[in-house]
């Protein structure tokens, strides 16, 4: 070998030396070969995070990617787009289109995936219900009938063990019976349940409210505690309606309540029997979670307010009218609503992706004729029903929202949020939802 050639033979592993080195620091510093565009581009990364079921797989552009449950998918060039899809024999799947971003991280979190048929067991058969609440405990069930009578069943092991007529001394006839969903209707300790009854009295229809208690089954009725001894307690506070003209009363803790009284809100202490003007006029709707009350301000104000009312706070005008309010699990987000729409405020500041900020706002349906809506444990999901149908739509409207839609029809729902657990009434049979919902 002469000189010449081994001298050529040096510099030409010299080269070699340097465009692998430099190829192998590229890919160290999380930069990958782009053949489409004939360059090195940083490279980005998916994280999904299912919360249920357990075991689910995850796939990228249809190939499976052997990894279960919470992944980190990296290594995916950028300024493309990946369908991620999260599959369990027996749910529907979870899919999403993500654009990866040179150097980032894209993030989902917080997945469900929900069945693909709604396996149930009957709790109650075909009585003819119209309507029902569960309490948190799942031990009671109250429910009204068609006929407008209010029945209370103890429910041990899915039979019954006791039943309990609802009867009513005035002995008028009950116009309407209702109750305030999303378990606002019960005290936490699952001992005492809120609902209203609509009668004729004196010219027209009045709405009476009552608290039942399960030990000992005692009925109260509130507006004669209310004009009897709670205004008679109180002579010295601000003015006080006359009369218990209550739209909403929501528990506050297992003693006291808040309920709307025209278009106020007021505090009652059920055990003190004491009142307390929240100070709040033109109240539309209102929530309470975790000692914290969001309301809505005719017309389309937001606010929020502590149950000690030393700390209101406006946080935006609604996108449009609402009529009714929700908030979430969790306390981070509420729901608003009228007949047709609804939307979404931010009550805290999320790092979560799509960050967010607290007083942010997104509509996520319109022209729906919605009814019962719920808040999904997981605090990303809604659910509703429509057009007789169970609906449950995603939060995160990135890259396509899932949504899910069973075919039964179904008359009403209750949802345990703590639990996972979803009753639903099914011509007039009262059904729970096998396992987790």
Wanted: positive net charge; charged residues 25%.
């Amino acid at each position: 070998m002469t000189k010449k050639t081994r001298r050529g033979l040096f510099i030409i592993a010299v080269i070699a030396f340097v465009a692998i080195s430099f190829v192998l620091i590229m890919y160290a510093r999380g930069y990958r070969w782009d053949f489409d565009k004939n360059k090195f581009l940083l490279a980005g990364a998916i994280y999904i995070e299912p919360i249920y079921p357990p075991d689910t797989e995850i796939y990228i552009n249809n190939k499976s990617t052997d990894k279960l449950s919470a992944s980190l998918i990296k290594n995916l060039l950028p300024l493309r787009k990946y369908q991620i899809k999260i599959a369990k024999a027996g749910y529907q799947d979870w899919t999403k289109n993500f654009e990866i971003t040179p150097g980032l991280v894209v993030e989902a979190k917080s997945v469900v995936l929900f069945p693909q048929d709604l396996k149930t067991s009957v709790i109650w058969p075909n009585a003819g219900l119209a309507d029902f609440t569960v309490s948190p405990n799942q031990e009671i069930i109250a429910a009204k009938t068609i006929d407008q009578k209010m029945v209370i069943n103890t429910i041990s092991e899915n039979n019954f063990a006791a039943l309990t007529n609802i009867n009513f001394p005035d002995k008028r006839k009950t116009l309407g019976l209702d109750f305030i969903k999303n378990g606002r209707s019960w005290s936490a300790n699952s001992k005492e349940l809120l609902f209203s009854r609509n009668i004729f009295l004196n010219g027209r229809i009045q709405k009476i409210w009552y608290v039942w208690r399960k030990e000992p089954n005692l009925l109260i009725q509130l507006n004669d505690l209310y004009e009897k001894e709670i205004l008679l307690k109180n002579p010295s506070a601000s003015p006080l309606p006359k009369k218990f003209e209550a739209d909403k009363i929501v528990w506050l803790n297992n003693d006291a309540v808040i309920s709307k009284i025209g278009k106020q809100l007021f505090q009652l202490d059920l055990k003190n029997k004491t009142i307390t003007d929240l100070n709040l006029s033109d109240i539309v709707d209102f929530d309470v979670t975790e000692n914290r009350i969001i309301a809505l301000k005719n017309p389309d104000i937001l606010l929020s307010l502590d149950s000690s009312v030393q700390n209101v706070a406006a946080l935006g005008q609604a996108k449009f009218v609402p009529k009714n309010i929700l908030i979430s699990p969790d306390a981070s987000t509420a729901a608003y609503f009228n007949k047709n729409s609804a939307g979404i405020i931010w009550l805290k500041d999320s790092l979560e992706q799509p960050p967010r900020q607290n007083g942010d706002q997104e509509i996520i349906f319109e022209n729906k004729n919605i009814a019962s809506p719920y808040w999904h444990n997981s605090n990303k999901y809604l659910m509703f029903i429509f057009d007789d149908k169970l609906n449950v739509i995603e939060l995160d409207t990135r890259g396509q929202e899932n949504i899910h839609i069973w075919p039964e029809a179904i008359s009403e729902i209750d949802y345990l949020a703590n639990d996972s657990k979803l009753f639903l009434l099914e011509n007039g049979a009262l059904k729970s939802v096998d396992g987790k919902f």
